[in-house]
């Protein structure tokens, strides 16, 4: 599985904006693709998560409220829509996919996904 993530750029705070991430590759509806950040010195958060089935939704507190995940099976692509952009969601964003079981807590744990994407990356200006 490849995996390729785009959408990322420069925004002021209060914007939005939507990445997407593209699967190509073998994807079977068992996958969960997962958004997960980076900002520099900090840790990789986890945002959100969508099973590639479409069901089985999950977002990081950070997400809550303001960013939305969906995917097109047809493009192959999920995308994190992201709205009321603030400066602290300045990060380098990355798609991970990976095989789970249904609510599984390792969802939003990076070292449990398989494949990753390059990232792209978002800078929130005040």
């Known amino acids: 599985v490849q995996l390729q993530a785009c959408g990322g750029g420069l925004v002021q705070a209060g914007g939005s904006l939507r990445l997407s991430c593209e699967a190509s590759?073998?994807?079977?509806?068992?996958?969960?693709v997962g958004w997960f950040r980076q900002a520099p010195g900090k840790e990789r958060e986890f945002v959100s998560a969508?099973?590639?089935?479409?069901?089985?939704?999950y977002y990081g507190d950070s997400a809550k409220g303001r960013f939305t995940t969906s995917r097109d099976n047809a493009k192959n692509t999920v995308y994190l829509q992201m709205n009321s952009l603030e400066p602290e969601d300045t990060a380098r964003y990355y798609c991970?996919?990976?095989?789970?079981?249904?609510?599984?807590?390792?969802?939003?744990?990076?070292?449990?996904?398989?494949?990753w994407g390059q990232g792209t990356h978002v800078t929130v200006s005040s």
């Open positions: 969508i099973r590639w089935s479409g069901i089985d939704l």
């Open positions: 991970a996919a990976g095989v789970f079981g249904y609510n599984s807590g390792g969802r939003s744990h990076p070292s449990s996904y398989d494949y």
């Open positions: 590759g073998r994807i079977f509806s068992t996958y969960v």
